[in-house]
């Protein structure tokens, strides 16, 4: 290939290059704390974590960059997935991003994890405005465009409180918490009435189904963290109801497994991961031999689904598939 084709094949995957690549953090961040909560609480090797976590930041740079000469070099195209109704959604990826490298920098260094967790959470709280004013005045919006995805902006504000408090900033915590949980209700509310009544999810989008696990899984480890470790019937509800979710979905494990890769299949990702960490969390509290088997069992789940997606992006990152216009 030559020199000039090889710059117009950069050029045009970096012009087409989705905003949905920002899922990847959230996905390898929550396995990185995964792991890292495994080698607390199921006395597994803190270097694995530790490795992960170099993969979550390596892969976080490498996003980061390539999206931020992607708005130096084509801001027509960003501003076009920006105004996108569904594509939108994905933007606070970024801001989550940061917030999960935060917790999970928390024991290599505090003044890192401060700063990541500061402009994370401003950010995601700029994002969240943004996004609900366009809901709220913009005629674009229709019932099609409503998928498990429109919880990225809202209920991302209930992670927060994970990082927030060890830094000591409970009250803005409760704020952001609140702003999660209350908006979680409304939003599934609105999604499930697109499920029953509308025309149902295009294949792309049937893996973000599995975002509907993380808002109760994160939830309860930040109502965790906010409560002070107390394990009391609010937090069992959060769980349970993440643990149902999981089970609705794993039911239909033969549905999933016949979609053909898209970057979509990242939503499998982070809410497997957050619902792994739950399982750890509740094991940690009761020491009910199920949810140690439960625990360990999620964490495998969860290596082994981010691992298989790593590699199919990696394949499909060179082949090029992940780069068209839609």
């Known amino acids: 290939m030559s020199?000039?084709?090889?710059?117009?094949?950069s050029a045009s995957r970096l012009q087409h290059m989705p905003v949905a690549f920002f899922a990847m953090i959230m996905g390898t961040a929550g396995l990185t704390l995964s792991w890292q909560k495994a080698s607390h609480v199921l006395g597994q090797p803190l270097q694995i974590s530790q490795l992960l976590l170099i993969l979550a930041v390596c892969l976080f740079l490498t996003v980061v960059i390539s999206y931020g000469l992607k708005i130096k070099r084509f801001p027509e195209m960003v501003l076009k997935e920006f105004n996108h109704p569904i594509k939108i959604s994905f933007?606070?990826?970024?801001?989550i991003g940061m917030l999960l490298i935060s917790v999970a920098t928390l024991e290599v260094s505090r003044?890192?994890?401060?700063?990541?967790?500061?402009?994370?959470?401003?950010?995601?709280?700029?994002?969240?405005?943004?996004?609900?004013?366009q809901w709220i005045h913009h005629p674009k919006f229709q019932v099609q465009h409503s998928t498990p995805a429109w919880f990225i902006p809202v209920v991302g504000n209930v992670i927060v409180p994970i990082a927030g408090v060890e830094h000591g900033f409970t009250e803005i915590s409760w704020f952001f918490f609140s702003i999660?949980?209350?908006y979680w209700l409304v939003l599934?509310?609105?999604?499930?009435?697109?499920?029953?009544?509308?025309e149902p999810l295009p294949e792309k989008l049937l893996p973000t189904l599995f975002i509907l696990i993380a808002p109760p899984a994160v939830g309860f480890i930040?109502?965790?963290?906010?409560?002070?470790?107390?394990?009391?019937?609010?937090?069992?509800?959060?769980?349970y109801a993440a643990l149902f979710l999981v089970l609705l979905l794993s039911s239909q494990i033969m549905r999933f497994a016949k979609i053909?890769?898209?970057?979509s299949w990242w939503a499998y990702s982070f809410p497997l991961a957050a619902f792994s960490i739950a399982t750890q969390t509740v094991y940690a509290q009761t020491g009910s031999i199920?949810?140690?088997?439960?625990?360990?069992?999620?964490?495998?789940?969860?290596t082994l689904v981010i691992g298989l997606l790593l590699y199919k992006t990696f394949i499909a990152v060179r082949s090029g598939d992940l780069f068209q216009p839609d």
């Open 3 to 9: 020199q000039d084709a090889a710059s117009a094949t």
């Open 91 to 95: 933007f606070p990826a970024f801001s």
């Open 111 to 133: 003044s890192l994890s401060l700063i990541l967790w500061l402009a994370g959470a401003a950010l995601h709280l700029g994002f969240t405005i943004h996004v609900m004013t």
């Open 180 to 182: 999660g949980l209350v």
């Open 188 to 198: 599934k509310t609105l999604i499930f009435n697109r499920f029953l009544f509308h």
């Open 222 to 239: 930040s109502y965790m963290k906010l409560n002070g470790g107390e394990l009391d019937s609010f937090a069992r509800v959060l769980y």
């Open 260 to 263: 053909r890769f898209y970057l």
């Open 290 to 302: 199920g949810l140690l088997l439960l625990s360990y069992f999620s964490l495998i789940v969860c």
